[in-house]
């Protein structure tokens, strides 16, 4: 795996997440191969960035790309892949596996573990860094505790079709079950481990009350599962971690005029 950093942008809705996660991305390219995914559900990145963007990876320049990802899409698409491997270790499951799927797509929770099976792939693809712009603190949340929910549950069905193979093994018969629920939990550990040791959280707040607020609980309760950094945008006061405010800055050429520097340094140290 090439990946150097994995960032998510985080915080209160309006504070200029999305368009920072664009500014950074941008100036990273000039580091190494840059990712940009939009994963919140009301994607922003083809406004700000200027450029008509969808599922797929698209070159806006040299060594940037970008994609809004369909999690609607992702859920049912997931959902089938899995319960088809299912239905062929399992025929007696029968055809009410589709139907499973499409309940499946408007919960919350397999979102979540769509959204998160889908980042793997991109994992491997030989990005340097792959920056998610993510939709408010309630989604980024769920997300973090999606993987871990998630890495339990496999952990509980190995037990469970371990218990499986040695009576199959017992009839006779091949059990691929435990190999299908171990090649699962390999993708969401792999996620996790990466989290850990090349995540970075930027938390994205400004001066209003509630937006302090939202960022400190939000870091508070992230901390310890992924390097968390808080990020002040729009700000009148000079500081580490703070980043002025810029009158339009869209499309590539507004999106350079952000001063990033102090924060690039951050995510490439």
């Not at 340097?128 to 929910?149: E, I, K, N, W």
């Amino acid at each position: 795996m090439l990946l150097k950093r994995l960032v998510f942008f985080g915080g209160k809705g309006g504070v200029g997440k999305s368009t920072l996660a664009c500014a950074l991305s941008l100036a990273l390219s000039e580091f190494g191969k840059t990712l940009l995914l939009s994963i919140d559900p009301a994607h922003s990145l083809s406004h700000i960035m200027q450029t008509e963007l969808n599922v797929s990876p698209k070159e806006v320049k040299e060594n940037l790309y970008a994609a809004e990802l369909d999690g609607e899409r992702l859920v049912i698409d997931y959902a089938e892949r899995v319960l088809r491997s299912l239905k062929e270790l399992v025929p007696s499951l029968g055809s009410g596996l589709r139907e499973y799927a499409r309940y499946m797509a408007s919960s919350p929770t397999a979102l979540d573990t769509a959204m998160l099976d889908r980042v793997v792939d991109f994992l491997y693809e030989g990005y340097d860094y792959v920056v998610l712009d993510s939709a408010p603190t309630g989604q980024m949340v769920r997300l973090f505790q999606t993987m871990h929910m998630v890495s339990a549950w496999f952990d509980l069905l190995q037990k469970v079709a371990k218990s499986r193979a040695k009576v199959e093994a017992f009839m006779g018969r091949e059990d691929n079950l435990t190999r299908l629920i171990a090649s699962r939990k390999e993708r969401i550990e792999l996620l996790i481990k990466t989290i850990r040791e090349r995540g970075l959280l930027l938390i994205v707040a400004n001066e209003e009350p509630l937006s302090l607020q939202e960022a400190k609980e939000l870091q508070e309760k992230l901390e310890g599962t992924v390097k968390v950094i808080r990020v002040m945008n729009r700000s009148m006061s000079k500081g580490a971690l703070t980043v002025e405010y810029v009158e339009s800055p869209y499309g590539l050429e507004g999106l350079k005029r952000l001063k990033l520097e102090r924060l690039i340094q951050e995510v490439l140290t």
